[in-house]
Nanobody, 117 residues
Framework: QVQLVESGGGLVQAGGSLRLSCAASGSTFSIYHMDWYRQAPGKQRESVATISSSGSTNYAESVKGRFTISRDNVKNTVYLQMNSLKPEDTAVYYC???????????WGQGTQVTVSS
């Protein structure tokens, strides 16, 4: 079992930055792939960024060059640095820990990010 707690969301003006954190507990953090997802009102949840257990990263096209995912296996935390934010980045952001092709998967409670124009 893995427990995930996101933090760092808030209200920011377009062009601004935020850093989201997701603290994990309950199991060996380093073996899990970690993802950030987001869900805007009326839309499906979508993958934003992923970082594998070995540190490889992938990003959605919509955030490439603006968002950076990273992890600290000592602090059991994954981060999402979000720069040059746009109103369309407004969503609830969720952290996901997974392995074995998502047969094992855990979600955090989400943190709201609102970008004003």
């Amino acid at each position: 079992q893995v427990q995930l707690v996101e933090s760092g969301g808030g209200l920011v003006q377009a062009g601004g930055s935020l850093r989201l954190s997701c603290a994990a507990s309950g199991s060996t953090f380093s073996i899990y792939h970690m993802d950030w997802y987001r869900q805007a009102p009326g839309k499906q949840r979508e993958s934003v960024a992923t970082i594998s257990s070995s540190g490889s990263t992938n990003y959605a096209e919509s955030v490439k060059g603006r968002f950076t995912i990273s992890r600290d296996n000592v602090k059991n935390t994954v981060y999402l640095q979000m720069n040059s934010l746009k109103p369309e980045d407004t969503a609830v952001y969720y952290c996901n820990a997974n392995r074995a092709y998502y047969t094992e998967s855990y979600w955090g409670q989400g943190t709201q990010v609102t970008v004003s124009s």
